[in-house]
């Protein structure tokens, strides 16, 4: 996916534990369930933490450029 630093992330914890970075414009939900990480994986809305947590995914974490997550912008 086409990415740029100027866009918004989230980050959501799968399953497995790893927290990806989502783009916020997924955060109200996607019309086919399924939400894109910014490694480019795609992870089932029902399989979602909508949480970040303290393993990030290097990955995105490239992706994203932004070092850390804000916590500002997290919900709950
Ligand atoms: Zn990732």
Do not use: N, Y
Request: aromatic share 6%; charged share 20%; with cysteine.
């Amino acid at each position: 996916m086409t990415t740029s630093t100027s866009r918004r992330f989230l980050w959501w914890r799968t399953v497995d534990g790893t927290c990806h970075a989502f783009t916020a414009d997924q955060a109200g939900g996607t019309d086919d369930g399924l939400c894109e990480t910014a490694c480019d994986h795609v992870v089932a809305e029902q399989d979602l933490v909508r949480a970040a947590g303290p393993k990030l995914c290097g990955h995105c974490l490239i992706v994203v450029g932004a070092g850390m997550p804000d916590e500002a912008r997290w919900r709950g």
